[in-house]
């Protein structure tokens, strides 16, 4: 890497803003604004240059194979597979993968700080990204935020700081503008902790989502869209509830996700050297996508605290995401009980492991594509990747 340009700095340092974001309405938050990095910001900003092929290209040398369906779908890998702890983390959103990854290259000496989200004291959904260095500290931050979350605002921290050995954990559009400015940050190693990341909200927006949904929003922990077609909600008493997606109250809740996140097309975190999320793994376990050899490095340390299996694939999306367009362009909301039913047979017959996954990018990318071509149709062209336009291809759209 190369060192600091301070002369560069020095200019940005002059043009920090307050307040400004130049993505507008498309700014999805990732902080990079709120430091003198937003210098860069026109190059690096998910919204305003989309760059994810040239990205990977300087991530793990060389662009995803747009013929080999696995990475059209889910970027550039190695390997992929479905895990869990063998001994969870209490209080974990699910075993604690990430958590524990953290914590042992922490503990290694690999890095000197981790980039995570902890959340205020007084609000447990309201994030506080941190430099953690401490076990304590990272284990502070389990739990996802589904809030946006100004992750990179502590670039500055990290460079005033002289560490030069990081891990960050962070979502798409962090990392896209992360990688971007990778080579300003004066590091010796940086090591990328991915999640798949989808439908993102304001604070305001999770607590009408809440309340629109679940039977206790006060006492709610942490939430997840699920494998089997249903909403998971924890309450702080350890009591489960769960909502079916066609139950959801899609006439009231069609506006809450941020502008940003209808414009995204990297729900996989293409630019991660390693990514742990659930969506291509089978209920109860978390799917691992190891990009690159430092991603493989990182794994590595946490391999024998896991049980693993090969991903699996059953069923078939195809029909079930093209009846899905319509459905949620028309903001249709079925009765509780036909959607319970509609979840008990889709959940039996429907797409399971990476075409649950496959089921989950079509649904999105195509609800994205016409959300930017009605919004920003000036933008359509540059702003929607190569495999994006081939994956939304497959359907047909309203207009």
């Known amino acids: 890497m190369t060192s600091v340009d301070s002369s560069k700095h020095k200019k940005a ?12 309405e498309l700014c999805s938050e990732c902080g990079l604004c709120d430091t003198y990095y937003i210098h860069y910001v026109k190059e690096a900003c998910a919204f305003i240059n989309q760059q994810i092929g040239e990205l990977e290209e300087q991530t793990h040398k060389r662009s995803r194979h747009l013929d080999n369906p696995d990475e059209l779908y889910f970027g550039v890998h190695q390997d992929m597979m479905a895990a869990r702890k063998q001994q969870p983390i209490e209080g974990a959103q699910w075993t604690g993968i990430v958590s524990s990854l953290a914590i042992e290259m922490l503990n290694r000496g690999l890095v000197e700080g981790v980039v995570c989200v902890q959340n205020t004291k007084e609000d447990r959904f309201q994030p506080m990204p941190i430099i953690a260095r401490t076990p304590e500290e990272i284990l502070a ?45 004066g590091l010796e190693k940086l090591y990328v902790l991915g999640t798949p990341c989808v439908d993102n909200v304001t604070r305001a927006g999770l607590q009408k989502f809440l309340e629109t949904t679940s039977r206790s929003p006060e006492t709610v922990v942490h939430y997840e869209f699920m494998q089997d077609f249903r909403v998971h909600f924890k309450h702080e008493d350890g009591s489960t509830e769960t909502v079916p997606f066609f139950g959801l109250k899609t006439n009231k809740l069609k506006d809450v996700f941020a502008p940003s996140c209808m414009s995204c097309f990297d729900y996989v975190n293409s630019l991660a050297d390693l990514v742990v999320g659930y969506m291509g793994a089978p209920f109860g376990w978390q799917w691992i996508v190891v990009r ?7 794994l590595d340390l946490v391999k ?30 079925l009765p509780m009980w036909a959607a319970k039913l509609m979840g008990v047979v889709i959940e039996r017959i429907g797409p399971k492991g990476l075409e649950y996954a496959r089921f989950s990018i079509d649904s999105h990318f195509t609800r994205n594509y016409l959300y930017v071509k009605r919004n920003y149709p000036e933008k359509l062209e540059a702003h929607v990747p190569e495999y994006a336009k081939r994956i939304v291809g497959q359907y047909k759209l309203p207009e």
């Open 13 to 24: 340092r002059a043009l920090k803003p307050t307040s400004r974001r130049p993505a507008k």
């Open 141 to 185: 931050a389990r739990v996802n935020k589904p809030t946006l979350s100004p992750n990179l605002s502590i670039l500055e921290q990290v460079e005033q700081s002289g560490m030069k050995r990081l891990l960050v954990i962070g979502v798409g559009c962090q990392i896209q503008a992360l990688r971007a400015v990778e080579k300003q940050l």
């Open 304 to 333: 024998d605290q896991l049980d693993t299996q090969p991903v699996m694939s059953q069923g078939n999306r195809k029909e079930a995401v093209q009846q899905s367009i319509p459905a949620y362009d028309q903001a249709v909301t």
């Open 292 to 298: 690159n050899d430092i991603g493989k490095e990182m």
